[in-house]
C-alpha cells in the first residue's frame, strides 16, 4: 500500500514537472515574440538607422538579501593567487599563510643541515692547520739534526768521527770507532725516513686541508642561501598578517583553529593510532619531561636553546638530555632514526610532517604532540594529526 502511494506521489510530481514546463515554455515564446517585435521597431526608427544611440543594457538580475555575498577581505595588493586581484577570502590566507611557513620551515632544516656541515668542517679544517703547524716544526727539527750531522762531517774532513776511528791504529779505539760508526749510520737512515715521513705527511695534511677547506666554502654558501630564503617567505607571511585588521586577524585564528579541529578529529576517527595511552621508555619519559618544560618558549629558527627553540632544536635537544644524542635536523632524524608504524608508535617517539621531512614534533601520548611551531608561536601542545604525518620514528628503540 505504501508503495502505491510513492508511485501516486511521484508521478504526481512528473505531471506537475510536465505542467510547469509547458508553462514556463510558452512564456518564453511570448516573452521572445515582443522582444523580436520590440527589436524590428528599433531598427526601424530613424535613430536607429543613424546610430545616433546605442541600446540600452539589460538590466541586471535582482538577488535576495540572503543571496548577496559578503564582501572580501581587503589585502595588500599581491598578496593572493587567486580571485579578485588583491582580494581573497580569509580561508584563503590561511592556506597561503600555512605555505609560507612550510616554505620557511623547509629552508630552516636546510640551514640547519648547512650548518652542522659547516661547524664539524671547521672542528677538521682548525685539527688539519694544527697537524700542518706541528708536521713543519717537525720537519724544522729534522732538518737542524740533518744539518748537525753535515757540519760535524764537514769539520772531520769529509769524514765523520765514527769513519776517523775506524782508521785508528789502536785495537781498541777501532771496535769502539765500529760501533759508533754502526750506531750513526742507524741514525742517519731514521732520520731521514722520518724526515721523509714528516714531509709526505706535511703535503697529505695540506690537500687534506685544501679539500676541507672547499667543502666549508660550499656550506657555508648552502648555509647563506637557506638564511636568505627563510627570510623571504617569514617576510612574506608577515607582510599578508600585517595587512589585516584586528577583527580579520581574531576570525583567522578562529580558522585555524578549526582546520586543526578538524584534521585532528578526521586522524583518530581514521584509526591511524590503535592504542593512544601505550607506555614510553624510561629515556622517552625524560625526553618528554624536558620538552613539555619548554612549553612558552618561542620559536627562532635555528634555536637549540635554552631560551628558544625550532621544531628539530627541541627534540634533539630532549632526547640529549635523555642520554641519546640524535640528528640535529627533522630530515636527518627521519633518515637516520629506526622508523616505526603510525599505529604502533609510543610516548617518546618523533613524528615527521610533510613530504620534505620539514617539520617534527614528540608523541606525548593521548594523540598529542609536543613541538614548536613555526616564526611567532611559542612551543606548545597539539594534535598528533592536525598536520601531513610522513611517518615515525623510533630514537631509542
Known sequence: M????????????LLFADDVGEFVGRRRSAAAAITLVCALAALASPQAMSGAYAAPAPPAPSLSPSAVPPPPVELPPGAGQSGTPGKKSLDDVRIELDALYEKAASATDAYNLADE?????SAEVSTLTRDLVRGQARIDELNKSAGAAARAQYRGGGLPPEAQLVLTDDPGLFLDGVGRFQESQRATHRLIAELTRAQEDLKTYAQDAGTEWAKLEVSRAK???????????????EKIEAGLEKEDLARLARLQDEAALKAQSAWLGSGALKDINRGASAQG???????????????????EG???????????EAWSAAG???????????RQLPRVPVADMRPGDLIIYFEDASHVGMYVGDGTIVH???PGRNVTLAGAGTMRILGVVRPDK
Open 372 to 374: 614548536a611551531p613555526r
Open 285 to 303: 619519559k625524560q625526553a618528554i619531561a624536558f620538552a613539555t618544560a619548554q612549553i612558552g618558549k618561542p620559536y627562532v629558527w635555528g634555536a
Open 117 to 121: 656541515q659547516y661547524q664539524r668542517l
Open 306 to 316: 635554552p631560551s628558544s627553540y625550532d621544531c628539530s632544536g627541541l627534540t634533539s
Open 2 to 13: 505504501l508503495f502505491g502511494v510513492a508511485d501516486q506521489s511521484c508521478c504526481s510530481e
Open 324 to 334: 641519546r644524542t640524535i640528528p640535529r635536523t627533522s630530515q636527518e632524524q627521519w
Open 223 to 237: 648555509k647563506e642561501k637557506a638564511k636568505e630564503e627563510i627570510t623571504k617567505q617569514i617576510a612574506a607571511a
